[in-house]
């Protein structure tokens, strides 16, 4: 079956670094999309991996490693408005995205 | 701006009374997806269509419908809504399939059953 694993909650401090840890095994794989999702809205995208390495996009950044089967996702300088929800999905062969149920993220002042 | 519009945003229905669920887009995009997402969890598609050819997932229910008159418009309709079908329904879009697109999401319609 295709599974994809996050932690379902992570607290941090404003101002801190989190990084929120993705594993997967899909049938196939066609990269690796991160989304962000405030409470009761819809996700927005943030990043997308298909080559092995770290992208950086400002404050966040996204890592893969296709070989262990493993992102993450980092998040530096938080901000409270970076509390939210935050969503692993694999592309897989078929170019569906399978989806994590997400990791909420709570940031305290 | 280019966008991905749902409507009602929140949806009040009795146990059983049919619902539509609409969204529209004006991102000229090939692909439309339904997602039904309940608290705490992940996505889960219910169906998409690639232009007008429909694709349903084949653990969808029956009781769940779908309609694409157009490029621009897509309808879900829920047949006899159960306690169970209390959710938010996420519309997508996305240029094509075979090929890595993100997907452009609607805000959402929670939909409520009583």
């Known amino acids: 079956g295709q599974n994809i694993d996050q932690p379902t909650e992570m607290t941090a401090t404003e101002g801190a670094i989190v990084q929120i840890n993705c594993t997967y095994q899909?049938?196939?794989?066609?990269?690796l999309f991160w989304y962000q999702q405030h409470a009761g809205e819809a996700p927005t995208f943030l990043s997308y991996n298909v080559l092995d390495g770290l992208e950086e996009k400002g404050r966040f950044s996204s890592f893969l490693s296709r070989s262990k089967g493993y992102s993450y996702l980092l998040l530096k300088e938080l901000q409270m408005k970076d509390s939210a929800s935050y969503l692993c999905?694999?592309?897989?062969?078929?170019?569906?995205?399978?989806w994590g149920a997400g990791t909420k993220l709570i940031i305290k002042p | 701006d280019a966008m991905v519009i749902q409507n009602p945003r929140y949806q009040v229905t009795q146990f059983g009374k049919p619902v539509t669920l609409s969204c529209s887009q004006t991102?000229?995009?090939?692909?439309m997806y339904w997602y039904q997402q309940k608290s705490s969890q992940a996505p889960k598609l219910l169906f998409h269509?690639?232009?007008?050819?429909?694709?349903n997932e084949a653990d969808t229910p029956d009781n769940f419908q779908s309609r694409r008159p157009n490029t621009s418009f897509c309808f879900l309709d829920i047949r006899s809504p159960g306690l169970g079908d209390a959710a938010m329904y996420l519309c997508?879009?996305?240029?094509?399939?075979?090929?890595?697109?993100?997907?452009?999401f609607g805000p959402g319609t929670r939909l409520t059953v009583t």
């Open positions: 269509y690639y232009d007008k050819d429909f694709n």
């Open positions: 997508a879009t996305s240029r094509a399939t075979g090929d890595i697109y993100e997907q452009y």
């Open positions: 999905a694999v592309c897989d062969s078929n170019y569906q995205l399978i």
């Open positions: 899909t049938s196939g794989f066609n990269g």
């Open positions: 991102l000229n995009h090939n692909v």
